[in-house]
């Protein structure tokens, strides 16, 4: 009797542990049954880079304990181009899952990390899942599509032998693939003023493909080449606008292609230079609210 009165309480503590507290059950199975909690392999695609820069780093170690550890992973995983990845938070750093929770619902910080990373892996929404035992796991769904990928790729191809020559300086490359990208894009006005989506227009497709862009598709665009180049650069976004920023012989310049392509009331297609290769002094000092960014976050665009 006294066995099988041992062994109802027994399972009436496992059943309890099960409805009322996960973590319980967690170090059950955890401490007698040897769980070992062990994140995901990263495994780099082709178009992941090894840049770090002062807001964000490449990390290989995939156990936080604070939350730039945390931005730094994410920040790794996005550039990877893996499209699922999972990591644990420590015993000892108590605050993870918050940390955790307040970097995957800020949108607006996913999309400055976004910025860093190749175009190719970045992603068009990011989902992550976590639990009470410090499990998270990260979903990312890339922006573009193997099909678009491989029609940018033989554009680009073309017009790396086609406008660009040997003996060209960076900044004689930069110009040579900014005014090719302005003198074949129209700007999408009618995406932009009235939300009619009639092309791939935010994106590089939309700009080398099918020639009309907003400030995403030039931005993306001109990315593609510079990554290609290995010309050390990151996109810049403020609330409503995206520009490139490059390291050119050493010092970082903004380079924004949309506002190098004007909308005019005639009709007239327009090359313009007002924001080809300027410093952040120069940039600030015009009067255009479209350019006011986080310097916390585009540290090397501080003024």
Wanted: hydrophobic share 35%; with cysteine.
């Amino acid at each position: 009797m006294k066995k099988i009165i041992t062994l109802v309480l027994l399972v009436a503590i496992f059943l309890g542990c099960v409805v009322y507290n996960e973590e319980i059950i967690g170090f059950i199975v955890e401490k007698f049954f040897q769980t070992q909690k062990t994140s995901t392999v990263l495994e780099n695609n082709e178009y992941a880079s090894n840049r770090d820069y002062q807001f964000v780093q490449i990390t290989d170690d995939f156990t936080p304990h604070n939350k730039q550890d945390i931005l730094n992973i994410y920040y790794t995983v996005i550039n990877s181009g893996m499209t699922n990845f999972v990591f644990y938070c420590p015993k000892d750093y108590t605050e993870c899952i918050n940390d955790v929770n307040y970097v995957s619902n800020n949108q607006s910080l996913l999309s400055n990390i976004n910025n860093f990373v190749q175009v190719y892996n970045s992603f068009s929404h990011i989902e992550t899942e976590f639990d009470n035992l410090g499990r998270v796991e990260v979903t990312i769904h890339h922006t573009y599509t193997d099909e678009q990928i491989q029609a940018i790729d033989e554009v680009v191809d073309s017009l790396m032998t086609s406008i660009l020559t040997d003996g060209m300086s960076e900044e004689e490359q930069i110009k040579a693939i900014h005014d090719y990208i302005i003198n074949h894009t129209k700007y999408d006005k009618e995406r932009s003023d009235n939300k009619i989506k009639k092309y791939h227009s935010d994106i590089a497709y939309g700009a080398l493909i099918e020639h009309y862009a907003i400030c995403g598709g030039y931005a993306d665009s001109m990315k593609i080449f510079l990554d290609r180049l290995g010309i050390e650069n990151f996109k810049i976004a403020s609330e409503n606008h995206i520009w490139n920023f490059v390291k050119v012989d050493g010092t970082w310049y903004h380079l924004d292609l949309t506002w190098d392509d004007p909308v005019t009331d005639t009709g007239e297609d327009i090359l313009e230079y007002d924001y080809f290769l300027i410093t952040t002094e120069e940039l600030l000092t015009r009067e255009n609210d479209q350019h006011i960014y986080d310097q916390n976050v585009y540290i090397e665009a501080a003024a």
